[in-house]
């Protein structure tokens, strides 16, 4: 885990692959949302239902199934609802996805003087990227290359 995970509204650069751009990513989390809003998962087999109603391989325009937009004090997040924050720490997403899975940029960052991660985030916050915009450039680890050669 690393603090870019969370930063910038939600990375979600390792929640798929081959992406597109950033308006197909936007329209398949919009989906997997109207998917979980319809569900309305309250109990634990509730939330298998929903990540087990496409197999993991199902990706859509290169994006988990089960990544969603969620409101966090009236504040639009990109997360995954089998994280185990939202279940007594009980991880729904072992056996679906690599959940211990560490982009290069994450290592890198976790491997940095506390100085130099916060001028790396205050890099990233005067580019005032989208929460995907960012998780592209995290995945594909231009922010760490421009940061580092700037
Ligand atoms: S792409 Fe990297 S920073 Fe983004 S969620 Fe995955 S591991 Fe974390």
């Known amino acids: 885990m690393s603090k870019l995970c969370q930063f910038n509204g939600g990375c979600m650069g390792c929640c798929g692959h081959d992406f597109t751009s950033e308006e197909s990513i936007s329209l398949a989390i919009k989906s997997n949302t109207k998917d979980f809003n319809k569900l309305k998962p309250k109990t634990k087999q509730d939330y298998l239902k929903f990540r087990d109603r496409f197999p993991k391989q199902n990706l859509q325009y290169g ?7 969620q409101n966090r004090s ?6 995954c609802p089998l994280h185990p924050t939202h279940h007594h720490d009980e991880d729904l997403r072992i056996g679906h996805c690599d959940h211990l899975f560490l982009c290069p940029s994450a290592k890198a960052f976790n491997q940095w003087q506390p100085v130099t991660q916060q001028a790396f985030l205050d890099f990233v916050k005067k580019k005032e990227l989208s929460n995907i915009q960012y998780s592209i ?6 922010l760490v290359n421009n940061f580092i050669y700037q």
């Not at 450039?137 to 231009?142: D, V």
């Open 63 to 69: 994006v988990c199934r089960n990544l969603i937009y």
């Open 74 to 79: 009236r504040h639009y997040c990109i997360g």
């Open 137 to 142: 450039e995290i995945a594909s680890g231009n």
